[in-house]
């Protein structure tokens, strides 16, 4: 595919060669956009905004409905260019793709409610005769850098709310899933986007990336995606606002009175949607001594139920890592956990990206699968003695951005709710659940600021404070 680029899909002699990590084929291929790319994206994206600013929020929305409808229309093709490209069940491809639209749908709302406030001015010493209100007003141009793992939605969290705000947008996918981003370009110019408001460039993130992030004429970046590219672009960006959505080793606590089949269900589901390659899986199973048999009679044969294979087939649950080194690195991370002492209950064992759902029993806290962001289809399992200790272990991870606790105890939910540091907290549910008009983002190294479309919005425009004087 071509990218979009100030206003027109143009190609360039060097490109990047886009995967399906099943079996290493080519699907396609896009361009690498240069230093000079980069600097047209923005100087469009400045002119862009003018166009943006001057539509009503009614026009924006109009423009993003029709987005979503067209997106629910081509839902089997979108899905099948994104589960072939990131490798995820062509299941979770189609869901994918209908969360996407409603991200669209739900940011369009949002155009409509742009608003300001009274302020109560004479709350002030000797204040008469004025009246004041704030304004909100675009931050102009936004730029929106997007992780692999959740190709469209995530790039419909930061796309969606900006041009929704009145923004102009510079887009930079992951390397590993473009072609996705470039059919949402697509699709907005279909639906009546003028053609200014969105670049989208393909090209490495350290050059495309950082270009546009430490530019001066962006005034605001919304990154998703592991926290040593979130410190880079931290460090680069200079006075901007940013949002931060990074990464994670969720908590999910089982305590005795826990429903074992509902926590079963929910290690699933938490632990290995998408190969475990998302941001808030289930990672770190701290269950109550006296329920761990218990625990691990009921999620066992779940866990030995899930078919590993082509993302394609519709008899798979589990498809590819989005690269073979990253089955790697988790294959080795399995493996060195059990040489420490921990047992290998099933799964583990990888071929090509493929790894097999693991279940880890017996990981210690100092385990790098405990202490590091796995983002793969495993999880360790820690015996602990009672609440006070798995609210401990939960909080001793430097990051924060999603806890789940299993209890009929309201008590000991309500103190997990205060006391364990995240931005996300399941009481009876996995970590791993959004839906997407919720405020969503972490506390600690997981990041900084809110996504969910009103939130987002907030974010990615500007207040201004108007005072009339009267006499
Ligand atoms: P990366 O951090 O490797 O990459 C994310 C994006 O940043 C890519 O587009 C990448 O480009 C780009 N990038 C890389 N280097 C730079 C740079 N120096 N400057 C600017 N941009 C750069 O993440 P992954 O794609 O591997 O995604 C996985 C990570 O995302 C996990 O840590 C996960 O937890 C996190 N994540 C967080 C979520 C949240 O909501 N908190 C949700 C989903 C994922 P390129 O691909 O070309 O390298």
């Not at 009614?58 to 423009?63: G, P, T, V």
């Not at 350290?206 to 998703?224: A, E, H, L, N, W």
Request: hydrophobic residues 40%; proline residues 4%.
């Amino acid at each position: 595919m071509k990218f979009f680029l100030n206003g027109s899909w143009q190609d360039r002699d060097e490109v990047l060669e886009v995967t399906n990590p099943y079996d290493g084929s080519v699907i396609d291929t896009v361009p690498k956009a240069s230093s000079d790319d980069v600097n047209t994206a923005i100087a469009a994206a400045v002119e862009g905004a003018k166009v943006m600013e001057a539509l009503t929020g009614y026009e924006r929305f109009l423009i993003l409905r029709k987005t979503a409808d067209l997106m629910r229309e081509r839902q089997e093709e979108l899905a099948q260019v994104l589960s072939s490209e990131e490798g995820k069940a062509i299941a979770e491809g189609r869901m994918e793709i209908d969360r996407s639209a409603q991200t669209i749908e739900l940011s369009g709302e949002e155009a409509k409610r742009l608003s300001g406030e009274v302020l109560p001015l004479d709350g002030g010493k000797d204040v008469r005769n004025k009246l004041g209100f704030t304004l909100r007003v675009p931050c102009g141009v936004v730029a929106a850098v997007t992780p692999f793992n959740f190709p469209l939605n995530l790039v419909c969290h930061k796309v969606g709310p900006a041009l929704a705000a009145g923004n102009a947008v510079v887009l930079k996918p992951a390397s590993d899933t473009p072609l996705i981003s470039l059919k949402l370009v697509e699709i907005l110019l279909e639906a009546g986007m003028p053609p200014l408001a969105l670049s989208c460039i393909t090209g490495s993130g350290r050059t495309v990336g950082q270009g546009i992030c430490s530019d001066p004429r962006v005034r605001k970046i919304s990154f998703t995606g592991s926290k040593e590219v979130g410190e880079l672009i931290c460090s680069v960006a200079g006075i901007k606002k940013v949002t931060m959505e990074l990464g994670s080793n969720c908590p999910m606590i089982v305590l005795p009175d826990a429903d074992m089949d509902l926590v079963a269900q929910q290690t699933v589901a938490s632990g290995f949607a998408n190969a475990g390659q998302v941001c808030i899986s289930a990672q770190r199973l701290l269950v109550v001594d006296s329920v761990h048999d218990d625990f691990m009679s009921a999620v066992l044969p779940k866990v030995e139920g899930l078919i590993a294979g082509n993302q394609l087939d519709e008899g798979s649950n589990i498809g590819p890592m989005v690269r073979e080194s990253d089955a790697v690195r988790v294959e080795s991370w399995i493996q060195e956990a059990g040489a420490a002492g921990a047992s290998i209950v099933a799964g583990g064992q990888r071929s090509g990206a493929i790894v097999q759902p693991a279940l880890v029993d017996g990981v210690t806290s100092d385990m790098r699968i405990s202490r590091e962001e796995l983002f793969g289809p495993a999880v360790g399992v820690q015996r602990v003695k009672d609440v006070d200790e798995a609210i401990r272990l939960a909080n001793d991870s430097e990051f924060g951005l999603s806890a789940g606790i299993f209890t009929q105890d309201i008590d000991a939910a309500v103190r997990f709710a205060r006391e364990v540091q995240s931005g996300n907290i399941h009481i009876n549910w996995g970590p791993m659940w959004r839906t997407d008009c919720m405020p969503y983002g972490g506390l600690k190294d997981s990041g900084l600021g809110r996504e969910g479309p009103k939130y987002a919005v907030e974010e990615m425009t500007e207040m201004k404070s108007v005072v009339i004087h009267s006499k």
